[in-house]
DNA sequence: AAGCGTTATGTTAATTCAAGCATATTGAAA
DNA sequence: TTTCAATATGCTTGAATTAACATAACGCTT
């Protein structure tokens, strides 16, 4: 620190917000839908992943069926009855589309930090 | 193209979506609020930058307000009467921050493209 | 003094998005 | 045939964000 260094992290005090998704045919889903999925894979019911998640059934039921409609594609195979009372799991798609969309997210954090610490540290 | 190419872009379908923004003490401001400062430093009138971007002049207003406020930075310098009958100008803190944002987002820009070709067109 | 264009601000309406409630169905097991 | 845990959906509220409406004040010009 020198003389004139007032002017040192005037705009440190800033942080970077963001928000990524995908989106196909108007459908857009993002970093909560994933994580819903890998509750559901986890899981192995959409009630478990709901409650992990602290939301209702019926909003992960929601999110999952818009998902499918819009993106034209199964994301889930569900069992309904017998002696666990059901199940579901991911299809083969949606672990790889789940797969693809953590990589992604990793890495544009890791960018996103960076490039905002170029323009805003100093 | 050779035979068992039928996976090939089977995402490729999809599209990144993403926003940023800069924080600060809970204050939030993206690309809208940015691009009605970059108006406001072109026409020299909220009036006119609310125009130009579609949005009513309380709109606008609001958000410098809210801003300043949040951030605890005065953004705007404003004249009310005279011959124009008033104008408002950018503080040269104002001016700076929407330079850094801008290259932060041009830059953000370039990298989530990359990243997302990567993982989703192959 | 009247007019014009702009800043300044409170208040209310509208729209959108998410949360919650209620209920039906399924199929194995007791 | 009753129970149980889970899937499957419609419908109703509510909260939160945004848009719209209504004035007031200011200071130069005419």
Redesign the pocket.
């Known amino acids: 620190m020198v003389a004139g260094d007032d002017k040192q992290k005037k705009w440190a005090c800033f942080n970077a917000g963001y928000k990524i998704w995908l989106e196909k045919n108007g459908g857009v889903q993002g970093d909560g839908f994933f994580q819903l999925l890998e509750h559901i894979q986890q899981a192995g ?4 992943a709901a409650e992990a998640m602290g ?5 992960a ?2 999110k999952i ?1 818009t998902a499918e409609k819009k993106w034209g594609m199964a994301l889930v195979t ?1 069992r ?9 799991r991911l299809t083969p798609d949606a672990s790889e589309l789940l797969g693809r969309f953590r990589r992604f997210r990793e890495e544009v954090d890791r960018e996103i930090a960076r490039i905002f610490t170029a323009n805003f540290s100093l």
Chains 1, 2 share one sequence.
């Not at 939301?55 to 909003?59: D, G, K, L």
């Not at 309904?80 to 199940?87: A, F, I, K, N, S």
């Open positions: 019911t959409i009630t478990g939301m209702s059934y019926r909003a039921w929601g069926k569900t309904v009855g017998g002696e666990t009372g059901g199940g579901t």
